[in-house]
């Protein structure tokens, strides 16, 4: 397929090594010329990591880093946490992994005119920021943004805002996307909403959030200061399943096409097991060469904006 001006976005769940299910599938629409037919991607936390290797389309980055690294102290550690402050060692994955031992191609990415967008959880208000990523290596801070996890990571400080992880307010930012009234905070300036949106959620559609780790976020009394976080914090299990429970009713009228895991995912966070990382990746991959004439079809009622090769 062909872009001439898309109408479509790719929209991407975090979960830690949960995306590596995310990357199996955005390898196969790399491979089969699709990376194009996108408007603008949007990832959240371990999401934006994945959306920048689609952008500078480089197949395999994702999953090669999370196996080559999977058991590197200084990638996601207690022992990164207790030296840096952070569980996933900020200076090593979005500077010496990031522009050194894998690098982005950010050659590629600077000349791609896909839209991204790095979705972080601004702490003084309690709400979603959908913060461009528009040059690499300058805006890597804004994924990094996204990615550090509340109680485990540093806030991160963009242009006087203080961030922690897009997760805990806007989960699967689709919404935002499409520009509906659900979306959970402004959109960015000038962005023109999405007609359809290819959606990838890391979680298996029986998954119900529970409140159990945000709750000790609350507890930790780390974020006394900023009362529109806690409460975003204790609440967001209750938004995350709403959120989920919209999706499947897009999914049914045709606006979303949803790729999620077909049974309940064993991988966590912060997986060590390189057997169960490959056999998500696998099944990624196996979803997505499975459904790909179903969701070209998806792409090309999207409207005019289209064309088959």
């Not at 979960?15 to 599938?25: L, P």
């Not at 196969?28 to 991607?41: D, N, T």
């Not at 839209?115 to 972080?120: K, T």
């Not at 709403?242 to 009228?253: S, T, V």
Request: glycine share 8%; hydrophobic share 40%.
């Amino acid at each position: 397929m062909k872009q001439r001006e898309s109408g479509v976005a790719l929209v991407l769940e975090g979960g830690g090594y949960r995306g590596i299910f995310t990357a199996g599938i955005l390898d196969v629409l790399m491979e089969h010329g699709l990376a194009g037919v996108f408007a603008s991607v949007w990832g959240t936390s371990a999401g934006a990591m994945n959306a920048i290797n689609f952008k500078s389309h480089q197949l395999g980055r994702t999953m090669r880093i999370m196996l080559a690294f999977r058991d590197d102290r200084r990638f996601m550690s207690f022992t990164s946490l207790v030296r840096t402050g952070n569980l996933t060692g900020g200076d090593f994955v979005y500077d010496k992994v990031q522009n050194r031992l894998d690098p982005c191609d950010n050659n590629v990415f600077n000349d791609n005119p896909m839209a991204m967008y790095a979705i972080a959880s601004d702490v003084v208000f309690g709400t979603a920021a959908y913060l461009p990523v528009e040059t690499l290596p300058t805006d890597i801070l804004k994924v990094r943004a996204s990615a550090s996890l509340p109680v485990v990571s540093q806030m991160v400080e963009i242009d006087g805002h203080r961030y922690l992880d897009g997760g805990t307010t806007d989960s699967i930012p689709f919404a935002a996307a499409l520009g509906l009234a659900d979306a959970l905070s402004p959109l960015p300036k000038d962005y023109t909403p999405a007609l359809r949106a290819v959606v990838v959620v890391t979680q298996d559609r029986t998954y119900e959030k529970e409140p159990s780790s945000e709750l000790i976020a609350v507890r930790s009394h780390r974020y006394d200061d900023y009362p529109y976080y806690l409460e975003a914090l204790r609440s967001r299990y209750l938004r995350y399943n709403a959120q989920r429970d919209l999706l499947w009713k897009l999914e049914e009228q045709g606006t979303a096409f949803v790729f999620s895991p077909s049974k309940p995912v064993e991988v966590a966070t912060n997986e060590r097991d390189g057997s169960r990382l490959l056999d998500l990746y696998l099944q990624g991959r196996k979803q997505a060469e499975s459904r790909l004439d179903e969701m070209k079809a998806f792409l090309r009622s999207a409207g005019p904006q289209h064309e088959t090769d």
